[in-house]
């Protein structure tokens, strides 16, 4: 297939937290909001001037000050960003929206709060931590809101005067949802017996779409779309199977790339800084405030193993195999970053129940943040390619045999 016209400028987005376009926005006015997590409600942090950024650490290489701080058995992940940080590559920011999500990360911003990385001249700079239940209902939905008001929407509001009313947050909404509903046609074309858009492309296209300022990113994604519209796939498959990919962070496209160089198309995502969940529109009604039902949106949806419910432990597995049906995957890549506490116990008992309950095959990794180059990571999708081969033509002649 011809190359993407958008894709290598897509591609130098991500080479940099603090990209052309964070750089752009703020040149204009615009103020710059980390996050690491989904809990925290991206879309209310977009409101008025402010617009949010999804932190990942782009040509990390050694992490022994991190280490220092923290512990070589900690999360990679989260030890990458304190890295970053002690750098200064996060001082262009004006807020950081924490989560009280997991140990690693709270030590992460914890370290980051305690030596102000946020730079100087900040004096209106908020840090928070938002404290998230583990299930979906109603208290919990309330709980949500109490803290997002008191600890985002406040401070936005008091030091930086940003307009926290519902009708700026119902259009933070629309917003989100116009992003939404390109990402999602264009995920689409995945489904086709010979999609006209790789997972590397596709994962390429989503992580700009977390960390640039959706404003000046959605033209290029309108235009993207409509050539994804037009384009013609090659006569010849150039994927061996097809594979979900499900699991913790995965904020470097290379990885993906890594998987499809093995011969697996990676046809669905559903993996922290992927499209499901998080590139989904969020329905309003007009009967409720639009910030109850934005924390219920995200309460509702979220995938995280964090979520302990019984009723979330079931969903989380009953939507994989939505995915796998809905976008033919031949099998499933489930992945942890090393040392996750949540996703390790998620990942060996999918790998256990995805087979046994589900008849769906499964590869089940850990990984170090920067894995796109890894040797032993690609000889087991390599296998695990092989595997599902055989298993496609046995199941084959068993069909034929049967007639």
């Known amino acids: 297939m011809e190359e993407l016209k958008h894709l290598i400028y897509f591609e130098s987005l991500l080479e940099d937290a603090n990209n052309e376009l964070v750089r752009q926005a703020q040149s204009e006015g615009g103020l710059a909001v980390g996050y690491t997590c989904f809990h925290a409600p991206e879309v209310l942090l977009n409101l008025g001037k402010c617009f949010s950024v999804r932190l990942r650490a782009p040509n990390t290489a050694s992490m022994e000050l991190a280490t220092y701080y923290m512990a070589n058995n900690s999360c990679e992940y989260a030890r990458a960003l304190l890295e970053r940080a002690l750098e200064g590559n996060y001082s262009f920011l004006y807020g950081m929206a924490g989560v009280d999500v997991c140990e690693a990360n709270n030590r992460a911003m914890e370290n980051m709060e305690i030596m102000k990385v946020q730079g100087e001249g900040k004096d209106g700079f908020f840090w928070c931590n938002l404290d998230v239940p583990y299930s979906d209902d109603e208290d919990c939905v309330a709980h949500t809101v109490e803290q997002v008001s008191r600890k985002i929407l406040k401070p936005m509001h008091e030091n930086y005067g940003v307009d926290i009313s519902d009708a700026a947050i119902r259009a933070a909404v629309a917003e989100h949802n116009e992003v939404s509903r390109i990402i999602t046609e264009?995920?689409?074309?995945?489904?086709?017996?010979?999609?006209?858009?790789?997972?590397?492309?596709?994962?390429?296209?989503?992580?700009?779409?977390?960390?640039?300022?959706?404003?000046?990113?959605?033209?290029?994604?309108?235009?993207?779309l409509e050539e994804v519209r037009q384009r013609e796939p090659d006569k010849e498959k150039s994927f061996r199977v097809r594979v979900a990919v499900v699991g913790s962070e995965i904020d470097d496209p290379r990885l993906i790339e890594l998987i499809e160089g093995c011969g697996a198309l990676v046809v669905a995502d559903r993996f922290c800084y992927g499209s499901f969940p998080g590139r989904q529109e969020i329905p309003l009604q007009d009967g409720e405030d639009a910030l109850t039902q934005v924390c219920r949106w995200y309460l509702q949806n979220t995938d995280c193993p964090?979520?302990?419910?019984?009723?979330?432990?079931?969903?989380r597995y009953d939507r994989v195999a939505e995915l796998v049906s809905e976008y033919k995957a031949d099998g499933?890549?489930?992945?942890?970053?090393?040392?996750?506490?949540?996703?390790?116990y998620e990942r060996t008992m999918a790998s256990h129940i995805m087979p046994d309950e589900y008849g769906i095959n499964v590869l089940s990794i850990d990984r170090p943040y920067i894995s796109g180059q890894s040797g032993q990571l690609r000889t087991r999708v390599q296998a695990f390619v092989e595997s599902l081969e055989i298993k496609k033509l046995n199941a084959g002649n068993k069909e034929k045999q049967g007639r």
């Open 186 to 224: 264009l995920g689409s074309f995945r489904k086709l017996d010979n999609p006209t858009i790789t997972g590397y492309e596709f994962a390429v296209i989503v992580l700009v779409t977390y960390v640039c300022p959706k404003a000046h990113i959605v033209e290029k994604l309108r235009e993207t």
């Open 306 to 315: 964090r979520q302990c419910a019984a009723h979330r432990v079931q969903r």
């Open 332 to 344: 499933v890549i489930y992945e942890q970053m090393k040392f996750c506490t949540y996703w390790s």
